[in-house]
């Protein structure tokens, strides 16, 4: 009975031998290495679905969208009684959509990155060159009800939005400001658009001075993209959602106040300068036609990129959009 006891007592109490190869290299590490695994997994891959490429804020964009399109169809319907000449009005309701859109990239990244300063402040110069004729000459206003106030409505919005963004970016998120690549010069555009609009300008103030005043707001409106589309390409051809939407909605709306002055392109008058020669005319042709082609390489980009990742694409366009 003793010698089965110690027997006992040698077999529990013996270690058992190391054991080799595979199976020795696994049990060297206890299962709860794999229990601390898992939450760095989980926390790993929750951002990686939180930022997978081509998800934005769509449901923002939406809803923006939507309340626009409320707007501009009370405008068309219930103020312009559906006359033709409205279509000015929604080319600067969708202007001011675009601007707010770009003022919601700002407040949604907290940053300036991706915004052209210099871009903001041709527009806001733009918007006051027509505005010092809308507010109170009617030659370049449309015909209907909307003219009365709601297209001066909008323009002054987006003034006031352009405003108070290029007072985000340059002072309060100034840090982040891209300088150094916005720095395509505007002095030339300026100089060139009033040299222009003085040459060119139509008659239908029959005040020269507003009558330049507003050709120039036209000439600076729409190169007031090159400094954004400079920007771009400076940095890499990476654009956020919303300022392709603001780009975007920028050339719709040209193209809608586009469609206006062709079929309005013989009321418009001019002094001329060569008897028998309309020279306004073609001028206000022909500067929404300048936008649409500055704008059509990124044009490509973001229908592609839309019909690929939904509104709330980020496009990658080629850094050669802009010869530099």
């Known amino acids: 009975a003793q010698a089965q006891v110690a027997f006992d007592l040698t077999l529990y109490t013996t270690p058992p031998p190391p054991l080799s190869g ?36 769509q449901k923002p964009v939406l809803g923006a969208y939507a309340l626009f399109a409320g707007l501009a169809f009370a405008v068309y319907h219930f103020v312009a009684d559906g006359e033709f000449s409205a279509i000015v009005t929604m080319a600067v309701i969708l202007q001011c959509l675009a601007m707010l859109l ?3 990239q700002s407040l949604a990244s907290g940053s300036a990155v991706g915004i052209s300063a210099r871009s903001l402040g041709l527009e806001a110069l ?11 000459l009617n030659g370049y206003l449309p015909m209907d ?45 300026i100089a060139a658009s009033f040299l222009l609009a003085a040459l060119l300008h139509a008659d239908m103030n029959r005040r020269p001075f507003f009558d330049t005043m507003w050709m120039a707001g036209l000439f600076i409106g729409v190169l007031a993209v090159l400094p954004q589309l400079w920007l771009i390409s400076r940095t890499g051809g990476r654009v956020q959602p919303l300022t392709s939407h603001y780009i975007a909605l920028m050339a719709f709306g040209r193209v809608l106040s586009g469609i206006f002055m062709w079929y309005a392109r013989h009321d418009i008058a001019c002094v001329e300068w060569i008897e028998g020669f309309n020279h306004s005319s073609p001028a206000i042709l022909g500067a ?37």
């Open 22 to 57: 595979v199976l020795a290299s696994r049990t060297a590490y206890p299962r709860p290495r794999f229990a601390a695994m898992l939450p760095f997994t989980a926390a790993a891959a929750a951002p990686a679905r939180a930022t997978k490429p081509g998800r934005g804020p």
């Open 102 to 104: 770009l003022c919601l």
């Open 126 to 136: 733009a918007l006051c060159c027509r505005l010092s004729s809308t507010t109170w």
């Open 145 to 189: 009800d909307s003219g009365d106030w709601v297209y001066q409505a909008f323009d002054a919005c987006t003034l006031l939005l352009v405003v108070g963004l290029l007072a985000r970016v340059l002072l309060k998120h100034g840090a982040t400001y891209e300088q150094e690549a916005d720095s395509l010069p505007c002095m030339p555009i």
């Open 288 to 324: 929404h036609f300048v936008h649409l082609v500055l704008l059509g390489d990124f044009a490509y980009y973001y229908v592609k990129g839309v019909a690929k990742s939904g509104l709330g694409a980020t496009l990658q366009v080629a850094s050669e959009m802009i010869i530099v």
